[in-house]
């Protein structure tokens, strides 16, 4: 366990679907991150919350949509997504900006029909 | 672009020793880190290396050499559990880190 939990862990979605993933950290970090893990590729920053502010948001295609209600939290919001969305999406938390240690949450493996 | 390269898989025995190696091309460096992860799990920070040199972490060691935009993650002793992906990862700063693809690593009996 990581302090960082991930709901749900499985999700199949059909193309005109909105669902929600939903990240949240007990370690009282300031700092929340969502990244896509496809197959044999780098692992892609999609958007990075700081103090409940969006810092970085990686040109995502509007169809995600992040949501940062507080520090502990973070969603992400899905709607009309496309069959190579499928991917493991990751949620990572850090303490301060400065420091590179993430803490990973285990995914929401997401199938898009 | 910014790029690590990493190799996509490596097989080693158990007891043995491998090294991991990642080059890296990005706009900015602040350290270099190595990450585990096990299929179905999360990925876990093994160690981070801000400065040239070895840092060794129980059978686990990594090395970086910022002048050559190069580091490696060695792992002795190797035993089954150690079957997992390693990911290279740049620090470039803010909230920012690039990763390589992994490596695949598998231990045999």
């Known amino acids: 366990e990581t302090g960082v939990t991930q709901t749900p862990r499985h999700l199949v979605m059909g193309m005109t679907n909105k669902k929600s993933l939903k990240c949240e950290q007990h370690?009282?970090?300031?700092?929340m991150y969502w990244y896509k893990q496809s197959a044999k590729k780098p692992l892609e920053l999609m958007f990075v919350?700081?103090?409940?502010?969006?810092?970085e948001n990686n040109s995502v295609p509007s169809r995600f949509s992040p949501e940062c209600p507080n520090s502990s939290h973070l969603f992400l919001h899905l709607h009309t997504l496309q069959p190579e969305d499928s991917a493991l999406y990751l949620c990572a938390s850090s303490q301060r900006q400065n420091t590179d240690t993430q803490y990973f949450g285990p995914g929401t493996r997401l199938t898009v029909l | 672009g910014q790029s690590l390269e990493q190799p996509s898989e490596v097989t080693a025995v158990e007891g043995a020793i491998v090294q991991i190696n990642c080059t890296y091309q990005t706009s900015g460096f602040y350290g270099l880190s190595w990450y585990q992860q096990h299929d179905g799990g999360a990925p876990t920070f093994l160690s981070y290396?801000?400065?040239?040199g070895l840092e060794e972490t129980g059978r686990f060691s990594s090395f970086l050499s910022r002048s050559d935009s190069y580091g490696y993650l060695l792992l002795q002793e190797l035993q089954m559990k150690d079957s997992a992906s390693y990911f290279c990862?740049?620090?470039?700063?803010?909230?920012?880190?690039?990763f390589g693809a992994g490596t695949r690593l598998f231990v045999k009996a």
């Open positions: 990862a740049v620090y470039t700063g803010g909230f920012k880190t690039i």
């Open positions: 370690l009282g970090h300031n700092a």
């Open positions: 919350y700081s103090l409940e502010e969006r810092v």
């Open positions: 290396n801000a400065l040239d």
